[in-house]
């Protein structure tokens, strides 16, 4: 059996490091590039892609006779893949029986088996960004860097933040109390890590591999058992996820079902019945709130570490570059057509207008500004696309709809044409533009490509505004410009009691919606968008737990 | 302004050392000796006690102006110290309004506060153990060293801990992205660490400061402020502990309302109107399961860490030292009166006896084995007023009365005189015998002085049952007798799969009762008898979160 906690000993060492500094590092190259991959990688994963269409996806896995799969790629198609069903009854007894060897093995070698499990997802990553591309809808150059070396890259903060809170805890040791002049009191005691039981992974349709990474390994490597419940609509990344987990499993000698996929369909959804199963200790989910606030209140006694929904905010108060100011927020809001949940959705801009250095510029010149850079950005159809990429459900499509109405018109949404994908479902940002105290519509999320420009007496009172949305209806990230210190410590107050972090003036090449493994900490669990943060100590120490045996020690 | 972390560096970076070799160590001495704390501190410490008897305790804190207080000592007389009473809106404005500046405070300067206040609560023991003596009802030795010396271990414990979490969130870090030939991307990011808001602590009766320690001490230094709710029937030792906490927080240049007391009474009690306030992030209780799952079911959303109830095990097998065995297990329960979250319920034994030292030994045999010790160990008045201590509620007098019929008694509670204090109310354990599959009563939890011994088919049907009566009812500890070690490794898995830690073949100084600071992990956090564990990472990581602020570096 190879010792994959040898062969990858120096990643985690290094990861371990970049988790304490929080500098930049990644040792998954974003870049799909055959320099890099391979000169037959990016064939070989479209390939292996296609292959998996309108087939059967053998997992290998206990099942109850029935393939099911109903994954439609937002470019147009059917994918026509389907998966092992299986009840829950039988999925939960094969997570048990595999779980006692995984928890008895030592921390290292299940370290080792995830490390082994990154390191082939990312010489998988042109498959997978195929599969993330045809059920997130996400363009292909996103698919694989936020879907495949983004996500890895995930997966190994969070294994690296569970080695540190495991290789605490030692094994054994000789506890001596003195007793004066008589001999001390001597107890022998041993440590032992325990899992909380079968952790379950629900994962969402826009980043299935990205939000279930962490949660995955971090659960995984503490020794649980994990069931794997994608999307339906975007099962294909994480089944791929899955079998290779298996793989790795099975050589190194553990039952393979450690890992299992709970594949379902929307008619017939198997999430809330997993939850609830006694036998299921963890639950990571991403999605949205109505299922998250059922977990919250069913799921008691449960470890549940969520990230669900909020409203993210830009305040502007002034700006030394409107154009930079315009052209990175027109990027924020159109990078997969709004469908993060780091994405602005409100742009908070005082009703008299903000200072440039292009001069004043009056409220609607800064809606004008925006509309322009969206026009610029999003003119070119190949260019267009590439931002864009495609719309995952078709009820965004409708909420763009329903949205028209909440405000005037700044820049309508257009449904443009994929210059590969004909039946693509695509649409640019609906940009709309409202009084802060006329409207309400802007403080509920709309999930998509809808942004706000929010018209407020002054800088202060969108700062105001801002800060209370992400209190109480949580928010992933905060955007600020400003050329005013002042004021920028106003914003990194008022964000921070809101529990948010806080961009500030952006205009380059960094969005406000990205966040980089090893160094953003993303999500604060400090407001209702989340309970958690992908990844902290947190995140990941109260996925086991430490009981001891003592005995006098023998003379 | 003292450099108060300055001074206490030394004691903190040993208590880092020991939270993570877990041997034996403590700074704070728990013999109650003149030598130690000073030749008149035994003296001091009692007159302070008295002088808090039937007067004002002023804390110079927000009140309503009345003064409320119904504390009666176990040991036979009405405390009649009264506190001053606030209304919880008052209490929750004054603790807003003292959090940020506590907030905003370097971490070291907090810790530096927190270890300051454990020194003075050091110094202070003699006068802790009487107001625990005479609330809690533990003799006095044992009020010293859990209600003093112990208590004060766990509080660093968790200073500790916290340290160890917060020191790994970096302050500033240049982030710098490297662009091939481009230059790179860079972002300067500054990390700031934010509290939950108030932290709320529940106090109980049995352990007013050894249980409130850990929660206190946790939420104060991760910048959280803290209201301190003692049980109405213990109060004294917290609101000396928040004096002295108040104190220092002062002497620091805080506002001391970082640390309140909110003191009420059985008949209108505020921990319910308390714990839902939004304003209150934390709440560590401990105490019964019915406001344990009140809170689980209503505090949804904040941070809440439990220990309740259990019933804890002893399983006896075989042993090598019949007499040391019996006379351990008559220490266990007859220590603080069976009072302990960790004294053994329920001791399981083969219906056909066992093999000892002294050869075969009948269940009967093993029943007046213990029975014998009991008597040894109580038979003179002074060293069971010493081991007993007095019976902190009335009610537990009442749950021995109606125990009486639930098996055949084996030894009856008997009310004892205490020589000191004539009204002081003690009782000795009730010992009663069942078969195990006769009775359900020993499979809940019964406080105070009842155990049972229980007769199954085997040893293997005893380990079975205790290990089922942990996972499902919920235990602390557990004990184990065997000479045979593929029993003991037997009990340890099925002990470890309950998330209950095993003490095996005590039969010498050391009870199953005892936990011991900066080694033993009290409470898994794995089975009902509580969700944390105090102290480990999990109970202090998630006390503050982590926002960031990040802009383009300026070149």
Redesign the interface.
């Known amino acids: 059996m190879a010792d994959f906690f040898a062969a990858h000993r120096e990643t985690l060492d290094r990861a371990l490091q970049a988790v304490?500094?929080?500098?930049?590092w990644s040792p998954y190259p974003e870049v799909p590039s055959g320099k890099v991959y391979g000169e037959t990688a990016k064939a070989d994963g479209e390939a292996a892609f296609k292959a998996a269409l309108d087939s059967k996806f053998d997992l290998h896995q206990p099942t109850d006779g029935r393939w099911i799969g109903s994954e439609i790629s937002p470019y147009g198609f059917a994918l026509g893949t389907t998966y092992p069903a299986a009840d829950v009854e039988q999925l939960i007894e094969a997570s048990e029986a595999a779980r006692p060897a995984w928890a008895a093995a030592p921390v290292e070698t299940r370290i080792g088996v995830a490390l082994e499990v990154l390191q082939r997802l990312n010489k998988r990553s042109f498959e997978i960004a195929n599969a993330v591309m045809h059920t997130s809808g996400q363009a292909f150059l996103m698919a694989f860097q936020a879907g495949g070396a983004h996500a890895q890259d995930r997966g190994l903060e969070a294994v690296a933040y569970a080695y540190e809170?495991l290789r605490?805890i030692?094994g054994a040791?000789?506890?001596?109390?003195?007793q004066g002049k008589n001999p001390p009191?001597q107890?022998d005691?041993t440590?032992?890590i325990?899992p909380?039981g079968v952790a379950l992974v629900i994962g969402c349709s826009t980043f299935p591999t990205w939000n279930s990474y962490p949660g995955f390994f971090a659960s995984l490597v503490t020794g649980n058992s994990v069931i794997v419940k994608p999307h339906p609509g975007a099962v294909l990344p994480l089944a791929l996820t899955v079998r290779i987990a298996r793989k790795v499993l099975s050589e190194a000698g553990f039952d393979p079902n450690v890992v299992l996929l709970a594949v379902d369909t929307a008619d017939a959804p198997i999430a809330q019945t997993l939850a609830l199963r006694p036998e299921v200790g963890i639950i990571d989910y991403t999605g949205g709130p109505a299922f998250g606030g059922w977990l919250?209140?069913q799921a008691?006694?449960k470890q549940l570490f969520t990230e669900q929904a909020g409203v993210n905010s830009v305040v502007v108060e002034s700006t030394d570059n409107f154009k930079g100011l315009c052209g990175n927020l027109a990027f924020s809001l159109s990078l997969y057509s709004g469908q993060m949940c780091t994405a602005p959705q409100d742009i908070f801009v005082p009703a008299e207008g903000i200072e440039t250095d292009q001069g004043h510029k009056s409220f609607d010149e800064v809606c004008d500004g925006l509309s322009l850079a969206l026009e610029k950005l999003l003119g070119d159809p190949d260019r267009a696309a590439a931002v864009l990429g495609a719309i995952q459900n078709e009820a965004t499509l409708q909420r763009i709809e329903d949205s028209k109405g909440f405000g005037t018109v700044v820049r309508a949404s257009a449904q443009v044409a994929h210059p590969q994908f004909e039946k693509a479902r695509m649409a640019t940002p609906l940009l709309l533009k409202v009084e802060a105290a006329a409207s309400e519509a802007y403080a509920e999320e709309c999930f998509g490509p809808i942004a706000f420009v929010v018209a407020t007496p002054d800088a202060e009172a969108g700062l105001t505004r801002a800060a209370a949305l992400a209190k109480t209806k949580g928010a992933i990230t905060a955007g600020v410009h400003s050329t005013d210190e002042t004021f920028l410590a106003k914003a990194?107050q008022a964000?921070?009691?809101a529990?948010?972090?806080?961009?500030?003036?952006?205009?380059?090449?960094?969005l406000v919606n990205q966040s980089?493994a090893f160094?953003?900490?993303h999500v604060?669990?400090?407001n209702p968008a989340g309970?958690a943060?992908l990844t902290?100590?947190?995140f990941v120490?109260?996925r086991f737990?430490?009981?001891?045996?003592?005995?006098?020690h023998a003379a």
């Open positions: 304490s500094v929080r500098d930049y809170e605490k030692p040791v000789l506890w001596e109390k003195p009191l107890l005691k440590f032992r325990v909380r919250e209140e008691r006694g990194e964000f921070a009691e529990g948010v972090s806080l961009s500030e003036n952006l205009t380059g090449q960094i980089a160094s953003d900490y604060s669990g400090a309970n943060c902290d100590a947190a120490a109260n737990r430490v009981v001891a045996v003592r005995r006098p």
